[in-house]
Structures are given as structure tokens and as C-alpha cells.
């Protein structure tokens, strides 16, 4: 009676057919892994190039019967090794790629591990391909393993688009507020400049900032005496600003308007006037942050286009003002909004 039933088992038409046509893994080696994963009792048979029968519990028959059932089917190309799964339905599920850099033990157990997710009931992580209806792949019932299947990652068919890394966020706009000293030089003369300014803008990027300056007398013989004057100017502009940790470097360009207050000194009547001057600064700045403040030093050059005339009345003698400037200066910045 036993013998019989022993012969019985062993004739017994599989339930799932393992065909690959790679060596690596070879469908023999994924039965052997997947013996104790699935249910007690299931049958499963390998197909490579000849047919060879192994059951779930690890005994093997050849010449085994083949009736339409559930097929594994392995395939290697390109580099690669794909697993799929065709039913007795003629369902057809997306295939799933065994990483290459698996060698051919590991490659059988994950294959097997993926077989075991799809055989249970409720562990199917392979998407079938056939349309809405057809008929799902048959689950054998039976109590769970007692070794829980777990599914190997593996690449997705398609490649996915890399993640787009969110937009960095824009740095707010400041309100800074600050003043200086500058030394310059023109034709003859050394002048010396006090500053105060309003900046607005971000940190790096495109700004804009207004100033006023006053400058310190000038003095010029003029026959018999001294003409001296005094320049007070209004400016404003754009700034373009660069930064590397708490150093910085930024270009500025402004369209200046000035004032002139000359008088006389030495003559035997001495006059007061004042002249107008339109002109241009362009320059640049080292900055160091420190704190809500900022240090800057600045080297700037002005122009005065057109021409300033002093001159004495009823007479022939005059002079012409300096048409340029150069100035450095050091000062600072404090934020006050931002």
C-alpha cells in the first residue's frame, strides 16, 4: 500500500514548471531553493534543454507528464536575466530582472524567493500583463510557510526619470544701512569724502543703492588770492554682488549729482557762487560679513563731464575744476530689515 502511494506522488502531474534557458541560474538550482518555500506537497518540475523533474521536497523523476500548467520561464540577454511568469490561463506577468551582479547561487534564490511571493495567496508582487478579466493565476490553499517569503528589489522594466531635486528657495530681499570715509585724488588736489548710504537687495544678485557724500575743501591759487570750494553730491545706482562664506566682492554703478559751493579767499572783495555737476561713479568692493554688519573697502572712480570754470570777475585768470576723481574708502553696512 505504500509503495503504491509513493508511486502515486511521484507520477503526479507538477504544479509549476521552471524552464531557463541560462546556466546562471539553472532551473534545476531555483527548485532546489524553492523546495522549502512553497506549500507541502507542491510539485514542481526544471526544464533546462532536457527535461528533469524535482518535487518541492527535493526528489526528482524524469520523463514526468506535462499537462497545461503554470510556467517559470528564465531568460538571459544583453547582460541580462529576466524571470516571468506564464499561466495555465495564459496569463502573462511583467518580467522582473535578477540583478547581474548576483552570482548564480544568489541569482537561483532570489528567483525562487520571487516564486514563492507570487505561489502564495496574497503574496503576488508580479503585475500580470493580460487585461482586466482574465483569470488570476491559481493559488494552491494551504496553511503558511513556515519560512515567510521575502521578494528581492530588483530594477523595474523601465527606467525611471531621475528625482528632480526641488528648487532652491530664494534668499529674501535686505535692507542694509550704512556709512564711510574715503581719501582721493584729483588734479592737484587730495579730498577727502564722508558717505552715507541705503542699499536694498539680496545677498548675491542684483541690487540697488542710493548716497550722499560731502566732501572736504578744496583750495586752488588763483591770482592774487584762493579759490575754495566744497562738493556735496546725490547718487544713486545698481550693485551687482558675489559671495564665497563671509567674504564677497561687489560692482557698483551710480549716476552722481553734485553741488559746488566756491568762494574766494585773499582778494579785495571776496564773492560766494555755486555751480552744478552731473557726472558718473563706477567702482568695486571687497566685503566681509560680520554679524548683522558688514565691512566693505571701495575703490571708485568719478567723472565730470562737461567743464567747471573759477574765475576772478573783471578779470582775465580762471580755472578749470579736476574733470575726475579716484577714490578709496572703508566703511560699513548694518542690515536693519531683511
Not at 547582460?79 to 490561463?89: D, E, I, P, Q, S
Not at 547718487?235 to 551710480?254: I, L, V
Not at 562737461?306 to 580762471?318: C, M, P, T
Request: aromatic share 8%; proline share 9%.
Amino acid at each position: 500500500m505504500w509503495l503504491t502511494l509513493g508511486l502515486a506522488s511521484l507520477l503526479a502531474d507538477p504544479d509549476l514548471i521552471i524552464r531557463s534557458w541560462t546556466e546562471c541560474p539553472s532551473a534545476a538550482a531555483v527548485v532546489r531553493e524553492v523546495a522549502s518555500l512553497l506549500p507541502a506537497g507542491t510539485n514542481v518540475s526544471a526544464e533546462d534543454g532536457g527535461a528533469l523533474a524535482v518535487k518541492a521536497d527535493g526528489a526528482a523523476k524524469p520523463g514526468d507528464a506535462v499537462r497545461e500548467v503554470d510556467h517559470v520561464e528564465i531568460s538571459a540577454g544583453a547582460g541580462k536575466r529576466w524571470l516571468r511568469v506564464r499561466t495555465g490561463a495564459g496569463q502573462v506577468t511583467q518580467p522582473r530582472e535578477l540583478p547581474a551582479s548576483l552570482t548564480c547561487d544568489e541569482a537561483a534564490r532570489a528567483a525562487a524567493l520571487l516564486l514563492a511571493a507570487w505561489q502564495f495567496p496574497g503574496g503576488a508582487e508580479l503585475s500580470p500583463l493580460a487585461p482586466t478579466g482574465a483569470a488570476s493565476p491559481r493559488a494552491t490553499p494551504s496553511a503558511p510557510p513556515t519560512r515567510a517569503p521575502i521578494v528581492v528589489a530588483s530594477p523595474p522594466s523601465r527606467p525611471s526619470s531621475p528625482p528632480v531635486p526641488p528648487p532652491p528657495s530664494e534668499a529674501p530681499w535686505r535692507l542694509a544701512v550704512g556709512g564711510g570715509f574715503s581719501a582721493g585724488r584729483s588734479v592737484n588736489q587730495y579730498p577727502m569724502n564722508a558717505m552715507l548710504e541705503i542699499a536694498y537687495g539680496r545677498l548675491e544678485g542684483i541690487g540697488l543703492r542710493a548716497h550722499g557724500a560731502l566732501s572736504s575743501r578744496y583750495s586752488l591759487a588763483l591770482g592774487p588770492g584762493r579759490a575754495t570750494w566744497t562738493r556735496s553730491s546725490l547718487g544713486a545706482g545698481a550693485t551687482f554682488t558675489g559671495r564665497r562664506g563671509p567674504w564677497g566682492g561687489q560692482a557698483h554703478a551710480d549716476v552722481v549729482g553734485a553741488s559746488l559751493d566756491i568762494s574766494g579767499e585773499g582778494f579785495a572783495v571776496d564773492e560766494n557762487s555755486r555751480q552744478y555737476a552731473v557726472g558718473g561713479t563706477l567702482g568695486g568692493r571687497v566685503l566681509r560679513a560680520l554679524g548683522p554688519a558688514e565691512l566693505w573697502l571701495d575703490l571708485s572712480f568719478t567723472a565730470w563731464p562737461g567743464r567747471n570754470q573759477v574765475f576772478l570777475r573783471d578779470a582775465a585768470g580762471s580755472l578749470d575744476l579736476s574733470s575726475f576723481e579716484v577714490f578709496l574708502g572703508v566703511g560699513t553696512d548694518f542690515f536693519v530689515w531683511q
